[in-house]
């Protein structure tokens, strides 16, 4: 089962910040936070990830609780390209265990209107 | 950059027929996972390799299979295929010995069984 839950839906205006939230809040002291998309029926693709700190990249800056038990993506300038699917995953961390999958939640459907 | 490669793009096949779907990884990646996904669902994990051997099995069913070669490509085989077997299959590589170990994505195979 997923250990994550996300809205199922939201609507961001294009060239706003989109702020997507993500709880988890039985995350373990190890577990990382990833963050994936998928365009309609694209490849999913990978965004970001994160221990305890906040992280960017070109792509999108991350911030997760001290707590640790919830995260946001954050899309700093949204354009109707990133339209999609968001998932939050919560997975161990590298070579540490014998599970590589990732478990998908349901995730959020951002749609970004012009 | 070179990404994950997958073939063929779109494949129809009749019941019962078999189908076999290729992947390319990234090169230097050593892990590979086959992932399933159903029209409106999310995708599920079937299985992955890591450096040639069965790493991690999700629901694959026992008509499938699938093998990770000398050359870190993979297959996934599919016997006696049904109805419900049409969907996008995703094959994932990533670097097991990366700190962050994400998971790239190919574009996916689409299945149809008619």
């Known amino acids: 089962d997923a250990k994550t839950t996300q809205p199922p839906s939201m609507d961001c205006a294009e060239g706003r910040a989109a702020n997507l939230p993500c709880n988890h809040s039985?995350?373990?002291?190890?577990?990382?936070v990833y963050w994936y998309r998928q365009i309609h029926s694209q490849g999913p693709q990978y965004i970001i990830h994160?221990?305890?700190?906040?992280e960017t990249n070109e792509m999108a800056s991350l911030i997760i609780t001290e707590d640790r038990k919830s995260s946001t993506l954050i899309l700093p300038h949204a354009t109707l390209r990133d339209t999609a699917v968001y998932y939050c995953?919560?997975?161990?961390?590298?070579?540490?265990?014998?599970?590589?999958?990732?478990?998908w939640g349901a995730g959020t459907k951002l749609i970004i209107k012009p | 950059a070179a990404g994950v490669i997958q073939s063929p793009r779109h494949l129809i096949k009749e019941k019962r027929e078999t189908a076999t779907l290729k992947c390319y990884p990234i090169?230097?990646?050593?892990?590979v996972y086959w992932y399933q996904q159903g029209p409106g669902q999310d995708p599920q994990f079937l299985i992955s390799?890591?450096?040639?051997?069965?790493?991690d099995k999700g629901s694959i069913p026992d008509r499938f299979s699938a093998q990770q070669f000398s050359d870190y490509h993979s297959e996934l085989n599919m016997s006696s295929l049904e109805l419900g077997d049409s969907a996008l299959y995703f094959c994932?590589?990533?670097?097991?010995?990366?700190?962050?170990?994400?998971?790239?994505f190919g574009q996916g195979t689409r299945l149809t069984v008619v």
């Open positions: 994932a590589s990533s670097q097991m010995r990366g700190t962050g170990r994400e998971a790239f």
């Open positions: 090169p230097r990646h050593d892990t």
């Open positions: 390799f890591y450096e040639k051997m069965q790493s």
């Open positions: 039985t995350i373990s002291g190890n577990e990382y």
């Open positions: 994160g221990l305890k700190n906040n």
């Open positions: 995953i919560v997975r161990p961390p590298p070579l540490m265990d014998s599970n590589y999958q990732l478990i």
